[in-house]
């Protein structure tokens, strides 16, 4: 292949923001999805991509993936990327040794090299070096086995801005959904439950909203019980937390509806009724987002001091060096990230 003249500067993306995208994984598939989103022209007509990962295994991931005709710039700095086309820069970690892991097998190795390109991507953010994070999945038990206890991405990236209030919120072109709990046990949600934290989920549900789409929006707002708790019937939580947290957001003029009941609100949403639904626990809000938008539905943390999305999926270890992997939930990610970043 002939070389490429390094010196050219792609000027469709001159004066878009960079998006740092970690690799995830590199015994999933994020690699291969990170390879088939950076030269998607979608992804190169709105910002610049920066891959943080390990140049080794972005080059293996080409392969899997059938491209040709991409080469890897591999740098140690931001202000070193080339962001041309033809090319994928890698803010080069260099912490994959190839022979210490097998596509689709959990492994201590991965994991702590997942977790080094997260922490590098939001230090790299908070000294504004990029503009936004979108993240590649990654594999709770590996990062466990690594020795971080940390629940997912969440956590990590809470702890490491030092943010108090924060949410797991999911956009997709049916409805966005915004979790008042994030992974916890189901048996364990009722006593997670309190006015202040549905009253914090439902601001920032708010404020995100009308951040990306410059309007007010009409936030409806779950019941934790089978039919909103039937006036107390089936469950005391939406008298004692959900109701009064939605009154109180009234009051400070938060267009908020509810405690709906969870078996119809969803249909209101898809209906866009609502611009965003406020829900108890994480399969109440997933479990609908994904039958409508699977794949197409992108997870932002709202609540930090920085840009962050992710893809809505995970490791895909059955699939993983296959070459089948979908980029699909991985672009509509970064473009949710540049569209932030505005």
Known sequence: MAAKD????????????????????PAGIGPEIAVKALVNDEVLSICRPLLIGD???IREALKQAKIDGVEINS?????????????IDVLDLKNVDLTKIKPGQISTHAGKAAVEYIKKAVDLALAKKIQAITTGPINKKAINQAGFKFR????????????????????SEPFWVILATTHRPLKDVPRYMSKKRILRTIKLAHQ???????????????????HAGESGLFGKEEIKHIKPAVEEAKK????????????????????????IVVAMYHDQGLIPLKLLAFNKSVNVTVGLPII????DHGTGF?????????PRSLIEAIKVAANFAK
Not at 319 to 324: S, V
């Open 6 to 25: 390094k010196s050219r500067t792609d000027t469709l993306v001159r004066d878009k923001p960079i998006i740092g995208i970690t690799m995830g994984d």
């Open 55 to 57: 140049a080794g295994v």
């Open 75 to 87: 740098i140690a700095d931001p202000k070193d990327a080339m962001f041309n086309r033809g090319f």
């Open 152 to 171: 997912g991405h969440t956590e990590m990236l809470v702890k490491w801005t030092h943010t108090k209030d924060y949410a797991m919120m999911f956009i």
């Open 208 to 226: 995100a909203v009308l951040g990306y789409r410059k309007k007010k929006p009409k936030i409806g707002v779950a019941g934790l019980n089978p």
């Open 252 to 275: 400070l003029g938060i267009n908020a509806v509810g405690p709906i009941s969870p078996d119809a609100i969803f249909n209101l949403a898809n209906a866009r009724v609502f611009d």
């Open 308 to 311: 962050r999305t992710s893809v």
């Open 318 to 326: 059955d699939i993983a060096g296959k070459g089948w992997a979908n």
